[in-house]
């Protein structure tokens, strides 16, 4: 089958019919779609199969020796670009007759995986699943999909969403242009990252070593969810992320709360003090200049109340009565950099708890950044409010003199992963994806200015200079990051017709 997939792109590009924005309607785009969503569903079942937590290299070398021939079968040329972790993938697929490139981003590594949390044997062996009357997910065979697709049907996997099945919907699209005989009116290469869920520690500087082999005219990226409603979305930026690791110290190892409580401090207090000191009761952040550079003017304001969200039907379905104020609204909220407490430890709770002083306490915190703030600045903000609360702050475990000398001792780590990007609405990626969305739906997208979560797409726009768009594809509902990840078959195919028809439009 990838011999004769092959050879269909061979005769396309060697046609020279690169093919006019009209060559491929949305009545078309659908037809061919729906064509080819049983070999699509069969395509992204091997690739859901295939290992991809990236804590694991070997089990990426092998997920890249699986995608080469995939890319291949569909005409790019591949290579890996070398990296000081695990290797990027870079696939190209070059049109004689055109005058600009562009350049796509994929994630191919996963979150990892905790086996006890899923609903099924295991997360690598995607499952079928239907809605039961009482909620539920229950597992269908595979041999449903050819008596009949419903598109409320799911596939549980890890990376399911987050991020194979955008990679899937983007090798899909390619066969339905290829199909249609329309080949893309630009240039087009592909980088997979595979490193992200680690927070891409290396992706920096391969795009600065390989810059002249990425040099590309525009970026789209093909990853997320739409907007809540699930109608067409195009957004523009994503904050980027730094971490910090907060620990507070007591005893040296765990004391019996009996006969050492009110005698022997308890980092746990320590640290709730920290943490509190931090927010007041609206969720706002209290450390003086953490929001500064951050103005939403009245312009600005009517381009994010044209994001048409029901606040209410969120609370409701996370489960919420009223949101935090730091903005007016959730568009709003996502222009300003956030302090998060991702996780907290001391002790030991549930049936393990027991009547101890712990000896430390720890608390995880990401800040979700803007592009109007620094992140180093940010951290030294959160470095230097800690400092003004009593407490001495190291970067090492303390040694036995610094116990002695300091009441309060806080060790303080913190990492840049990579900072926000932001590109206009009119920019070249905004009206292509725009272009797209238009032909198959006959009306504009959403359009969001800044999405809550981070890609590391901002060394691809400081490095190589060009603007970027987010086009996204998956249920919103769909679990990523955590057990029982799914996409919804009916957002998976539906993905498909969305990229062929971008990937089919001229750039303006």
Request: proline share 7%; charged share 20%; aromatic share 8%.
């Amino acid at each position: 089958m990838s011999h004769v997939r092959a050879g269909i792109f061979l005769l396309f590009l060697l046609s020279g019919n690169y093919g006019k924005a009209e060559m491929l309607s949305a009545e078309r785009i659908r037809e061919l779609t729906a064509a080819n969503v049983r070999p699509a569903l069969r395509l992204y079942r091997d690739f859901l199969s295939q290992p991809n937590d990236a804590v694991y290299p070997d089990d990426i070398l092998r997920l890249v020796e699986w995608m080469e021939p995939v890319f291949a079968a569909r005409g790019f040329q591949t290579r890996r670009l070398a990296t000081a972790g695990s290797p990027v993938l870079f696939a190209q697929l070059s049109n004689p007759a055109a005058t600009r490139t562009v350049l796509v981003y994929l994630q191919a590594d996963g979150q990892p995986v905790d086996r006890s949390a899923w609903n099924q044997r295991d997360p690598y062996e995607p499952v079928l699943k239907a809605r039961a009357t009482d909620g539920s997910w229950e597992s269908i065979p595979w041999a449903s999909l050819e008596q009949g697709i419903d598109p409320d049907w799911r596939v549980f996997a890890r990376s399911a969403s987050d991020s194979k099945g955008p990679m899937t919907q983007f090798l899909l699209a390619m066969d339905v242009l290829a199909q249609a005989n329309v080949a893309p009116a630009f240039n087009l290469k592909v980088i997979v990252d595979t490193e992200e869920e680690l927070g891409s520690p290396n992706l920096a500087d391969a795009v600065n070593r390989y810059r002249d082999i990425l040099a590309s005219d525009l970026l789209l990226i093909f990853d997320g969810p739409p907007h809540a409603s699930n109608r067409p979305t195009v957004t523009f930026g994503a904050r980027g992320i730094a971490t910090i690791t907060l620990t507070t110290f007591g005893p040296r190892t765990p004391q019996h709360s009996g006969h050492y409580g009110n005698f022997i401090p308890n980092p746990a207090f320590h640290l709730a003090r920290i943490l509190a000191s931090m927010k007041d009761a609206g969720g706002r952040v209290l450390i003086p200049g953490f929001y500064v550079g951050v103005d939403i003017n009245d312009a600005l304001r009517r381009r994010l109340d044209a994001v048409p969200d029901d606040e209410g039907a969120i609370l409701s379905s996370i489960g919420v009565s009223a949101p935090d104020k730091v903005a007016g609204n959730l568009q709003e909220s996502l222009q300003f950099p956030s302090l998060n407490i991702r996780g907290l430890s001391s002790g030991w709770v549930g049936k393990e708890s027991r009547t101890i002083i712990p000896a430390t306490a720890t608390a995880e915190i990401d800040i979700r950044l803007v592009v109007e703030s620094d992140p180093a600045h940010l951290i030294d903000l959160v470095r230097a409010h800690i400092k003004g609360l009593g407490y001495e702050v190291i970067v090492s475990e303390p040694s036995d003199a610094q116990r002695r000398q300091y009441a309060q001792i806080v060790r303080f780590d913190s990492e840049i992963s990579y900072a926000a990007f932001r590109s206009d609405f009119d920019s070249a990626p905004g009206r292509l994806a725009r272009a797209g969305m238009r032909n198959l739906y006959g009306e504009e997208p959403i359009l969001i200015r800044t999405m809550g979560g981070s890609i590391p797409i901002s060394p691809f726009v400081e490095t190589l200079g060009i603007p970027a768009a987010i086009v996204p594809t998956v249920n919103i509902d769909n679990n990523q990051h955590s057990p029982n990840e799914n996409l919804r078959i009916g957002n998976f195919i539906e993905g498909i017709a969305i990229l062929a028809s971008v990937l089919s439009r001229e750039l303006d």
